[in-house]
């Protein structure tokens, strides 16, 4: 427990230098293994209403897994871009599962507020073991994760990801 403790505060130091530096966010290009797919895929989360969802539940589509909190910046500052993409794409198979690190109460507030039309679930801090599974070693928020139709990792990004990068992306899954 104390080393997650840890882990997880060293995870927001850092996350703290990428956004407020002038650095660009760090795309993880080493390999990720199927064993994070796998471990992600295979995971059950509450979604706001209290009904667990199992993420395999979406494989099939290509899934844009994003680790984010209410508190955190760069996340509140990407969500809005996956809003227009889940509206732009979700018809040619795309959907974006929110994973959020923090309490429900703030994230039914911030979902609502903005307009969230993807999943949104509660990960808690649990979560953060799911995000390294796929190369977070350092608990930073926001983690996002792509996933193609067969359920397997194409790509991860830590940070902010912005619409211009990320789309392309999309349209070749798609």
């Not at 979700?90 to 994973?99: A, C, K, R, S, V």
């Not at 397997?152 to 830590?158: A, G, R, V």
């Amino acid at each position: 427990m104390g080393v997650t403790v840890l882990s997880v505060t060293a995870g927001f130091l850092l996350q703290g230098k990428l956004t407020n530096s002038d650095l660009e966010p760090m795309t993880i290009d080493a390999p990720v293994t199927n064993k994070g797919a796998k471990i992600i895929l295979a995971a059950t989360l509450p979604d706001l209403q209290g009904k667990n969802q199992l993420i395999s539940q979406w494989r099939g589509k290509v899934l844009v897994v994003n680790f984010w909190a209410t508190w955190c910046e760069p996340c509140r500052r990407e969500i809005p871009e996956f809003i227009e993409l889940q509206d732009k794409f979700h018809d040619q198979g795309l959907l974006f599962i929110g994973i959020a690190l923090d309490q429900k109460i703030k994230v039914m507030r911030y979902s609502k507020e903005i307009g969230i039309n993807y999943p949104v679930l509660l990960g808690g801090i649990e979560a953060m073991t799911l995000a390294e599974s796929a190369g977070n070693r350092h608990a930073v928020l926001p983690f996002t994760v792509i996933f193609d139709r067969d359920g397997k990792i194409t790509s991860t990004h830590l940070g902010r990801i912005t619409r211009d990068k990320l789309e392309p992306m999309l349209k070749h899954l798609l």
